[in-house]
């Protein structure tokens, strides 16, 4: 089986990390392969926000995502998962609001990660599920925080580092 087609077989969701920070190079060789992904018209119009894993806006974000009041809050507080799984470095990828394929294009762009870090011996899970926190009433404070350029809003994020478990990939069944 070629390269390629391996990593793309190997690759699967990881929610648990090591507290190892990536290096420069390997954060620069994740950013090189998003900025790689192809965009509609070639337009090149995704952004990438490499964020700490013990940065506090990771953690506000998480509150805002699931804690609508005190006593939940406090329970997040004390759980030891959090939306991106603790890992040492959260990329989050903004596009242009006013280009009609932005949210595709990142899409692609997260995968190209997603695959870069599996030929890299990373774990990566692909989240989502901070898109309501992010288009919310604090959308601006985010955007600024995560320093977004003027026309851009929140696409998608990538959670990425070294696996602290593994996960079998999903299996294909084509007699389905």
Known sequence: MN??????????SIRAYTAKKLTDAEIKALITAGLQAPTARNMQEVHISVIDGDNPILKEITMLKAAPDDETKAKIESNPNNFYYNAPT????????DFKWSKL??????????????????GSLI?????????????????KLLKFPDDHEFAIAVAVGHRATEKEPHEIDFDK
């Open 127 to 143: 989240i989502g599920i901070i898109d309501d926190v992010m288009r919310g009433e604090k959308k601006d404070y985010f955007a």
């Open 105 to 122: 294009d990142a899409g692609i762009t997260v995968q190209n990660i997603a695959l870069a870090a599996q030929s890299m011996k990373l």
């Open 3 to 12: 390269e390629v087609l391996k990593t793309i077989s190997q690759r699967s």
């Open 90 to 97: 959260v990329l989050i990828l903004s596009a242009d609001k």
